[in-house]
């Protein structure tokens, strides 16, 4: 069974600070792992992903994370918050590609 | 440009008037999800089709059906909508059989409000 757990429903930090969003899985298998994020009456976009290469990753608009198995976490920074990364963001993990967990969403604030 | 696309952005139905949503796409994905989200909630599965084969989430009401006509096309009929359907619903493709193509794709989304 997979799910995927998402501590603290709501963020806010200040433009300018750190952006920390918690992803916490349960995985019997290797996962995939996800990040989204979701602007008002919009889709998901893919934030970034991680499939078993570098634990590290990458994505778009600054946001990285880090796949620690020890842990079994996949947390979200981003170094220095911009008021256009407030949104939702939702983890989510699968390992079939076939079926897909999400979190329960994190909604962060960004302040002025 | 568009990959995922879904029609109408919005949808205002009667109560109890079937009404359907259509999704597209343009990624020949062999997988095509319908997730229904309600306000400050993450996406609920309702169902996908893995190429022709319909897979039904095990809460999902009887009331949502769907329909795969093709590769390219999805749809969503909602039978008889209550006030309690009023929602996002999320139309989402992913390509399974390639592990580096993990990954699902969004449509804009079809808010549907019942009056």
Partial sequence: ?112 | DAMVIQNPRYQVTQFGKPVTLSCSQTLNHNVMYWYQQKSSQAPKLLFHYYDKDFNNEADTPDNFQSRRPNTSFCFLDIRSPGLGDAAMYLCATSRVGREDSYEQYFGPGTRLTVT
């Fill in chain 1, 1 to 112: 069974a997979q799910s995927v757990t998402q501590l603290g429903s709501h963020v806010s930090v200040s433009e300018g600070a750190l952006v920390l969003l918690r992803c916490n899985y349960s995985s019997s298998v290797p996962p995939y792992l996800f990040w989204y994020v979701q602007y008002p009456n919009q889709g998901l976009q893919l934030l970034l992903k991680y499939t078993s290469a570098a634990t590290l990753v990458k994505g778009i608009n600054g946001f990285e994370a880090e796949f620690k198995k020890s842990e079994t976490s996949f947390h979200l920074t981003k170094p220095s918050a911009h008021m256009s990364d407030a949104a939702e963001y939702f983890c989510a993990v699968t390992n079939t590609g076939n079926q897909f967990y999400f979190g329960t969403g994190t909604s962060l604030t960004v302040i002025p």
